[in-house]
């Protein structure tokens, strides 16, 4: 049983190493390469953060993991040349701001901006 445990333990990290391979690629080759005109190209429903210091893979990797742990996310997207965290809900799910904001506060980084369904946001959300 703990090595089961050990596989799902790894599922988030496994989920973000592999969010490009989704049917939205050309989206995140696109934050790969640093595109800062992404908001235009978003589904209504999907969320973005702007992180302070994502400096590498890794930083992007360990945001990535952190996010995909809240409620209703289906897939993260991480740009470290963006220093963006593109977030797609599942079908028929809101996230909550403030789950997303603090996702990336437990990562060890710091959210300077979120935007998406439920607003705009330059600190904390209340909800």
């Known amino acids: ?26 989206l995140a080759a ?25 400096h590498c893979k890794h930083c992007a990797k360990k945001i990535a993991a952190k996010l995909y742990l809240v409620p209703g996310v289906l897939e993260v997207r991480a740009s470290v040349k963006a220093n963006k965290a593109l977030v797609v809900p599942q079908q028929n799910q809101s996230l909550s701001p403030k789950a997303l904001w603090q996702a990336v506060l437990d990562a060890g980084f710091q959210p300077v901006h979120l935007k998406g369904p439920a607003g705009e946001f330059e600190s904390e959300p209340d909800a």
């Open 1 to 26: 049983m703990k090595t089961r445990l050990s596989v799902l333990a790894l599922v988030p990290t496994l989920l973000a190493a592999l969010a490009v391979a989704g049917p939205a690629a050309s």
């Open 30 to 54: 696109e934050l790969a390469e640093g595109s800062t005109t992404i908001a235009a190209e978003l589904p209504e429903r999907s969320t973005t953060i702007t992180v302070d210091d994502m």
